[in-house]
């Protein structure tokens, strides 16, 4: 048997591939298994299961277009419950209920399974490549701000997958972004909002696809800056590996003695954030001409620390604080945007309260606690 085949890794936190990238971290399953409830498909989507989450979403699409879901809710919640009846489907509602429990379920179910090989690829420990180059494009690891792909999704949900490297969500997510934009009139209910022409607004909205946006953009914006506070934990990870395998020599003389000798060796000492300004800095002192084996480079372990409060912002396994705020902020934008159709200010401006309510809400809950967590 080959020898190299038995070196292979049988688990890896990431694969940094030609035009994108894949990782596995802690999820919580229930905000998983939510995100599918909001869309099928999306759960699916943020555990890195794309062909089956982009199938999923296509299948809700369909289904939900013409069983005409979309357009009766609208009509139940306002009250037009007789409306609501005449404009569904049956044959294809029908179709509808099975498919959607099992995108809830599946998700789920995928999440527990991913957190434990997640788990046993973390003792496993095994490298990845943070760089792959070839005559088609480059990728590679580095540390992003979460708040700029943030600001990108939220502007043109698929943007902030673009900056996180992730190819196939971005354009998926660009493409249905601008199905929904273009068939939903958004852009031109958008510009009577801002004139106060609020009538103009609700008569040119088409309530279908408008009430796809809340989840889409709530969905990637959330996406985005998860998978990139993950990429940075993934980049100081394997810079650390990086450090230890070849700036820790056994044999690095550290001073202990406090009896300072005219004549001893010199020693600087300095602290960094994982980046790679760190490499840098540690090979141009290699170029110096100071050996490897003279320089000691120690990653240090921030875990009993004491956290600030928004801290937990960066952590996507169950304490951070943007669960919440996400998942109200969607719920309280699409029933902002459903009665904004017979409050005065319309849909435009009431899903934008709604968001900002449900989001406010969402992390004060959250913060309660997040505190009461770290008392005990």
Partial sequence: MDKSKKLLPRRQKAFIGTISATQIHLRNPFVVAWWSAAYPGFGHILLSRHLRGFSLFIWEFIINYNANINRAILYSFTGRFEMAKEVLNTKWLLLYIPTYIFAIWDSYRATVDLNQDYLLAAREDAAITPFKMTSFTINYLDKRKPWVATAWSFLAPGTGQLYDLRLFPALFGLAWWMVNVYFSNLLPAVHYSLLGQFSQAKSVIEPH????????????????????????????????KFLNKNYQDQNFAIPVNKEVIKGDNMYIFSTFEHSKHLELAITAIEVKGIAKDKILAVPMDKRGEERKLFDTLHSSDGLSLFDLPAILGTIFMLFGSIYGFVLKWGPIWWGLIGLATGALLGLIIKLIITNKYSER
């Avoid at 914006?221 to 100081?236: H, I, P, S």
């Fill in 209 to 240: 696809f408008f009430l796809n946006i809340p989840s889409i953009l709530l969905f990637a914006t959330y996406d985005a800056y998860v998978t990139t506070v993950e990429r940075n934990k993934l980049f100081d990870w394997e810079q650390s």
